[in-house]
């Protein structure tokens, strides 16, 4: 059974940082590339940020460039987002998924979401 546990979310003051993680099993990380969406109340689902499977490239949303940083560590099937100089329009809840590289792989796989309040 694939899991993906994302943590770290939380309330942080504007300009503040959050770390957030997703915990990923049951699958081959290697043959999924990760990303992070978020979500804020009455918007659609967006992409923040990418990472392939060797973590050799990243790919980030033009609102987050500068500020954002997605890394993965494959030794411990976790993905991370590193958020720095966060604004109250970063508020929403932050879902992690796995979107397979390999083309017998048709499934992608999405976390539960972590909720991030920036307060202003």
């Known amino acids: 059974q ?11 003051q504007a300009g503040g940082s ?10 081959t990380y290697s043959n999924y590339d990760m990303g992070w969406f978020r979500q804020a109340p009455g918007k659609e689902r967006e992409s923040v940020a990418r990472i392939s499977w060797s973590g050799g490239r990243t790919s980030y949303a033009d609102s987050v460039k500068g500020r954002f940083t997605i890394i993965r560590d494959n030794a411990k099937n976790t993905v991370y987002l590193q958020m720095n100089s966060l604004k109250p329009e970063d508020t929403g809840v932050y879902y992690c998924a796995a979107v397979p590289v390999v083309n017998s792989i048709k499934v992608s796989y999405w976390g539960q979401g972590t909720q991030v309040t920036v307060s202003s």
Request: net charge neutral; charged share 10%; proline share 0%.
């Open 18 to 27: 959050l770390r957030l993680s997703c915990a990923a099993s049951g699958l």
């Open 2 to 12: 694939v899991q993906l546990v994302e943590s770290g979310g939380g309330l942080v």
